[in-house]
């Protein structure tokens, strides 16, 4: 693939990105608002979950193209760019603030389950990245 065109993917693939989670942002605000006040901590919200949104379309397109890749070419190295983009997606898709209010948990607590699985999905991410520098 040229570079011309690898360039030009990429473009269309963060403008997507940027316009799914807009559209999150805008589309949302009476699942958050309940639960954070208005003013700046509102605003930090959701900054938050565009951000996160947009890391989650972004690791579900390069999950999709390294998946293309292991069928192409199934090796260790490919198998672990999967494992790795798969262990970083659900990372993000845990810290979306989203996530939790979706699945019925109400305000984010101080403790409960998402306060412990980006971190988890994490290790799992540092632990592949391990496994593959040293085979």
């Given amino acids: 693939m040229s570079d011309h065109l690898a360039l030009r993917r990429t473009a269309a693939l963060l403008v997507v990105a940027v316009a ?3 559209g999150v942002v805008v589309a949302l605000p009476g699942l958050l608002m309940p639960f954070y006040p208005p003013g700046v901590f509102g ?3 959701r900054a938050k979950v565009f951000f996160a949104t947009l890391v989650v379309v972004l690791l579900a397109a390069l999950f999709v ?3 293309r890749l292991y069928r192409e070419l199934p090796t260790r190295f490919t ?3 999967l494992l790795f983009t798969a262990a970083l997606l659900l990372y993000a ?3 979306n603030p989203v996530l939790p209010l979706l699945l019925g948990f109400g305000r984010p607590r101080p403790i409960g389950p998402f306060t412990f699985l980006p971190e988890a999905f ?3 991410a540092v632990l592949v990245l391990y496994y593959q520098s040293n085979t």
């Fill in 43 to 45: 605003v930090l919200v």
């Fill in 122 to 124: 994490t290790c799992v």
């Fill in 20 to 22: 799914v989670a807009a």
């Fill in 79 to 81: 198998r672990g760019l």
């Fill in 93 to 95: 898709a845990t810290a």
């Fill in 65 to 67: 193209t390294y998946a």
